[in-house]
């Protein structure tokens, strides 16, 4: 079993000086691919640092919907500069986040459009955070057109008729702790109307850990119990998820490791 954790923030305060422990961690429990994703600055300079220093990390960078205030052009030069690097694979997270007031909706709405313009330049998907946000993030995606490679909908929290407005997108759906909370069941009602090719899983660790871990620090490890659920929901073998979902990473970022090749 190779799980492929599409979003991660192994690069923030609360993994610092332990990522290699976490990083065992992870592949102790078929964790062997991860997507580090940095949200602003110093997170992206420690995304990149990680994905230089480890073959089965990649990076993904852009600004953070709750960051966008910081949003100037010396960050657009370095986030077009990033985005040429051979270990970044997606721009993001962007999008929109309303229910922080930190970033103006308005800011947060224009630098979403311009970050999309600048994925399609470098030819990269995106992947889109979404808090309380939902009819604007669709407008705009649907007004700007998602990226001819792709996207995701990250740490899909929705129900089934929203999935299926993304989907109708282009956009994949990767799945989350959230998936197994004992509330939720219109996402694992999404999850079953999602296409076994437009299917991801993530941790958006140290954030939503899963049950039977809800209530502690999330971890790429926990990402096991993601594919569990998924797998229950789909009747299919935690295997087969680990296959498809990976596979599905793999195109999406149009990268494979060396020892999969």
């Known amino acids: 079993m190779k799980l492929f954790d599409t979003h991660t923030?192994?690069?923030?305060?609360?993994?610092?000086?332990?990522?290699?422990?976490?990083?065992?961690?992870?592949?102790?429990?078929?964790?062997?691919?991860?997507?580090?994703?940095?949200?602003?600055?110093?997170?992206?300079?420690?995304?990149?640092?990680?994905?230089?220093?480890?073959?089965?990390?990649?990076?993904?960078?852009?600004?953070?919907?709750?960051?966008?205030?910081?949003?100037?052009?010396?960050?657009?030069d370095d986030l077009h500069a990033w985005l040429e690097l051979d270990r970044v694979k997606m721009l993001g997270e962007i999008g929109l986040d309303y229910h922080w007031d930190t970033s103006p909706k308005d800011i947060q709405i224009k630098f979403f459009r311009r970050q999309i313009a600048i994925a399609k330049e470098h030819n990269l998907p995106i992947t889109i955070h979404n808090r309380e946000a939902t009819e604007d993030c669709y407008r705009i995606l649907k007004e700007e057109g998602v990226p001819e490679a792709g996207g995701i909908m990250h740490s899909f929290g929705e129900g089934p008729e929203e999935a299926k407005r993304f989907l109708d997108l282009g956009m994949h759906l990767s799945f989350s702790g959230v998936l197994?909370?004992?509330?939720?069941?219109?996402?694992?009602?999404?999850?079953?109307?999602?296409?076994?090719?437009?299917?991801?899983?993530?941790?958006?660790?140290?954030?939503?850990?899963?049950?039977?871990?809800?209530?502690?620090?999330?971890?790429?490890?926990?990402?096991?119990?993601?594919?569990?659920?998924?797998?229950?929901?789909?009747?299919l073998s935690v295997d087969q998820i680990a296959q498809i979902t990976s596979e599905n990473a793999f195109a999406l970022f149009k990268w494979r490791p060396k020892e999969e090749n």
């Open 9 to 76: 923030h192994l690069n923030v305060s609360q993994f610092q000086g332990k990522e290699r422990e976490y990083l065992q961690k992870a592949k102790e429990a078929g964790v062997e691919y991860l997507a580090v994703v940095g949200f602003d600055r110093p997170t992206i300079d420690q995304s990149l640092a990680l994905s230089h220093d480890c073959e089965n990390i990649i990076s993904v960078v852009g600004c953070h919907p709750t960051e966008t205030i910081y949003y100037d052009q010396a960050f657009e």
């Open 180 to 235: 197994t909370f004992k509330k939720t069941d219109q996402v694992r009602q999404a999850a079953l109307i999602t296409p076994l090719d437009k299917l991801l899983i993530e941790t958006d660790a140290p954030y939503l850990a899963p049950v039977p871990m809800r209530g502690k620090q999330n971890e790429p490890a926990f990402v096991k119990y993601v594919a569990e659920q998924l797998a229950q929901l789909k009747k």
